[in-house]
Every structure is written in structure tokens, then in C-alpha cells.
């Protein structure tokens, strides 16, 4: 079993910045692939971005390329999320998830792929 807590949406205006964090307890930390999927109202939840915390590798969507980073800190088993450049159509509750994988196969990156999430947190950016 893997527990998700994720923390640090928020409120900010577009082209500013917020850090998410997601901190994972009950299992290894090493030997999963991690993502950031969001989801707005009335749409569907899509994976921005993954990360192998065995190998580090990472992934994003083309739609936060360039203004998203996903990054680890294997000491505090918390994976995170830097956004930056943020625009209103980022606005969404952000969910942490995990499956117990060490890649992230680019054909099991949706979110049905994922066993493992966490309660979300909101972002909401204003234009």
C-alpha cells in the first residue's frame, strides 16, 4: 500500500508560480512511477507529468513543457511539482498518483493506470 498527501495549491494570478508537493508513505520509494494529473470541470483527468523514482526519468505532457518540472527527494519520499508561468486553463485539482513500476511506459501513463492516489489539491490561476 502506498499513502499520498498531496499539499501546496493555491490561488495565483497567470504567470506566476506555486510548488506542489507529494509526500508517499506505506511502501519503497524507489520502484514507482509517480504522476501529476489534473483535472478541471466537466473534463476528464490528464497526467502533466511522471517521474521513475528509480531511475529518475521524467515525462510531460506537450501542454506544460517548458513551464513544469517534476522532480524527487528520495530522503523525504516526496515527489514534486514546480509550476511556473501558470495560465488560467492550468486551473484544476491537481492529483499525486503511483504505480508500482520501476518506468514510466509512455502506453500506461492514463490515469486508470494508477493504483495508488491522493485526496488532490486545488490551483486555481486568474487571469
Known amino acids: 500500500q502506498v499513502q499520498l498527501v498531496e499539499s501546496g495549491g493555491g490561488s ?7 510548488r506542489l508537493s507529494c509526500a508517499a508513505s506505506g511502501s519503497s ?3 514507482n512511477c509517480m504522476g501529476w494529473f489534473r483535472q478541471a ?5 490528464e497526467g502533466v507529468a511522471y517521474i521513475a523514482t528509480g531511475l ?11 513551464r513544469f518540472n517534476i522532480s524527487q527527494d528520495n530522503a523525504k519520499n516526496t ?11 492550468d486551473t484544476a485539482m491537481y492529483y499525486c498518483a503511483a504505480r508500482r513500476s520501476n ?9 486508470a493506470d494508477f493504483g495508488y492516489w491522493g485526496q488532490g ?7
Open 41 to 45: 470541470p466537466g473534463k476528464e483527468r
Open 12 to 18: 495565483v494570478q497567470a504567470g506566476g508560480s506555486l
Open 79 to 89: 515527489v514534486y511539482l514546480q509550476m511556473n508561468s501558470l495560465k488560467p486553463e
Open 103 to 111: 518506468y514510466c511506459y509512455a502506453w500506461s501513463r492514463r490515469a
Open 121 to 127: 489539491t486545488q490551483v486555481t490561476v486568474s487571469s
Open 56 to 66: 529518475g526519468s521524467t515525462y510531460y505532457a506537450n501542454s506544460v513543457k517548458g
Open 29 to 31: 520509494f524507489a520502484g
